[in-house]
Each structure stands twice: as C-alpha cells, then as structure tokens.
C-alpha cells in the first residue's frame, strides 16, 4: 500500500505572515489543499496522513468545510521540529511504501510522484534532486570565502520516499540538528539513498517572493 506522510505543522517564521503558509491561498485555492490534490491524484488510494499544528486543527476544519474540500485524509499533531511531526505521523502509517511530503511544495507533479514511486521499489530510499546552476562559493571564516565545485552538489526536494519498514527503523532514534530532511535520518541509520531528478518548479514556498513564483507556476 501506497501512504504519503504531508508534513504541516510548521509556523512559516520565514513567511512572516500571521497564518502560516500552508493555509495561504495561492490561485483561489490553499497551499495544503493542492498539495494534498496532487497525492490523491496520482493514487486515489493512498493513506494521506497529514502532520497539523494542533493550535491550527480548527482552522483546518472550517477551510476544508469552507471549501468542499472531500479527499479523505487523517491528521496528526505537529511536532516541535519537521523530525518530530513526521515521527508522530509515522505512527500511523501500514505496511508497503511511505513518502514523506512538505505541505508547502504544492507543485510536484504526478510523473515525478511515478518516478519516486517506481524507483523506490528498486531502491528502497529514494529522493528527487537538482543541479546547482549558480556558482557556489563555501563560507570559510568571517569574510572569507572559496569557490566549490558545484558540479558535486544537489539540491534536495521532496517527496522523499522509502520502504515503511526502513523508515520506522531509521526514525526509531533521538533528534539530531544534522536531521533536515528524512533522507539525513535514512542515511544516518546505514542506509545508502537514491537520487532521481527533481523538477525546478517543485518550490518550497517559504518566502513571500516564492508566493508570487507559486502564482506564475500556476499560470
Ligand atoms: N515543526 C514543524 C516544522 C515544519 N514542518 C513542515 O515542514 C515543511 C518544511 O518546513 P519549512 O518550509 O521550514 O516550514 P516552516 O517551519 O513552517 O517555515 P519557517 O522555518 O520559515 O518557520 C513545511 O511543510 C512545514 O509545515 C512541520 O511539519 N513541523
Ligand atoms: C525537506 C526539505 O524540503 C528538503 O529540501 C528541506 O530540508 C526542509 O527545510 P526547512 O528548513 O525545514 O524548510
């Protein structure tokens, strides 16, 4: 069986808008709404378990009311920390495969959710990356700095995607800072990860200038 943990229980600090971005609408719709849409319409049977704020449950209820918003799901509280909200969510989660998802990336499309889905039956840990395509220079003590070869690194998306089983091993440990995301916790725990490409309009609306790309991704 297919579950998709949506990680929403984060504040938006970056944002710096009162409702936290996940709540936000961007072309008449919320963020989390589409982001939702987009699992469900890749596998109308998914479990969808969706990580919220408990401060924020209501608020949720009456946007889903508002909305006629009909595409099952089950919520979890948030935790302090991304780490701990996909902990709690993990909880919940059956056998088979498990993507882990940011609420506030609402654009990822369904041939790259295909992708990871098919890839992570062959690699059990699977996550979608892109090319640096600026420069990249490495800070090295105040005012100081030196250029690094970008051709070594990726930026890092989601949704990343993993056996159950190996997750709910790898998650079975104490919080680290080093833990940005659920590939660093895998990795942690011994297992190698596997990258497939990413897809540069797949955002992570964090602040307001990605509002207005999210606006011009949609038209
Ligand atoms: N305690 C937390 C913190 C973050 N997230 C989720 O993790 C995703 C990526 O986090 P980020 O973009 O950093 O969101 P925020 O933590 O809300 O933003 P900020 O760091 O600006 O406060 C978001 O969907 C966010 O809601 C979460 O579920 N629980
Ligand atoms: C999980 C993630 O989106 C991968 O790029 C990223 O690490 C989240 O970082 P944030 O600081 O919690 O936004």
Same mark, same amino acid.
């Given at each position: 069986m297919?579950?998709v943990?949506?990680?929403?229980g984060?504040?938006?600090?970056?944002?710096?808008n009162?409702l +936290?971005?996940q709540?936000?609408?961007?072309?008449? *719709? +919320?963020v989390?709404m @589409?982001t939702?849409e987009?699992?469900?319409?890749?596998?109308?049977?998914? !479990?969808i378990?969706i990580?919220l704020?408990k401060?924020? !449950?209501?608020?949720w209820s009456s946007?889903? *009311?508002?909305y006629g918003?009909t595409?099952?799901?089950?919520?979890?509280?948030?935790?302090?920390? !991304?780490?701990?909200?996909?902990?709690?969510a993990?909880?919940l989660?059956?056998d088979?495969?498990?993507?882990?998802?940011?609420?506030? @990336?609402?654009?990822a499309?369904?041939?790259l959710l295909h992708?990871?889905?098919?890839?992570?039956?062959?690699h059990?840990?699977?996550?979608?990356?892109?090319?640096?395509?600026?420069s990249l220079r490495?800070?090295?003590?105040?005012?100081e700095?030196?250029?690094?070869?970008r051709s *070594?690194f990726r930026?890092v998306?989601t +949704?990343q995607v993993?056996?159950?089983k190996?997750l709910?091993?790898?998650?079975d440990?104490?919080?680290?800072?080093?833990f940005?995301d659920d590939?660093?916790?895998?990795?942690?725990f011994?297992?190698?990860?596997y990258?497939?490409?990413?897809e540069?309009t797949?955002?992570?609306?964090?602040t307001?200038f990605?509002?207005?790309?999210a606006?011009?991704?949609l038209?």
């Open positions: 297919n579950n943990i949506i990680v929403a984060g504040k938006g600090l970056r944002m710096g009162d +936290p971005k709540f936000m609408v961007v072309g008449g *719709k +919320p989390l @589409r939702i987009s699992f469900h319409n890749f596998d109308k049977s998914i !479990r378990i990580a704020a401060d924020y !449950r209501e608020h946007l889903c *009311k508002g918003f595409v099952p799901h089950e919520v979890v509280d948030g935790g302090e920390t !991304r780490f701990h909200s996909v902990k709690n993990l909880d989660v059956g088979g495969l498990v993507a882990v998802h940011d609420a506030v @990336r609402p654009f499309s369904n041939e992708m990871c889905f098919a890839s992570v039956k062959v059990q840990a699977v996550i979608p990356v892109i090319d640096v395509t600026d490495e800070i090295t003590d105040e005012n700095s030196k250029i690094v070869d *070594k930026l998306q +949704p993993f056996e159950t190996l709910k091993q790898a998650y440990v104490e919080f680290s800072d080093i940005t590939a660093s916790v895998v990795e942690a011994g297992h190698k990860i990258l497939v490409e990413g540069k797949n955002i992570k609306i964090t307001p990605d509002l207005q790309l606006k011009v991704i038209n």
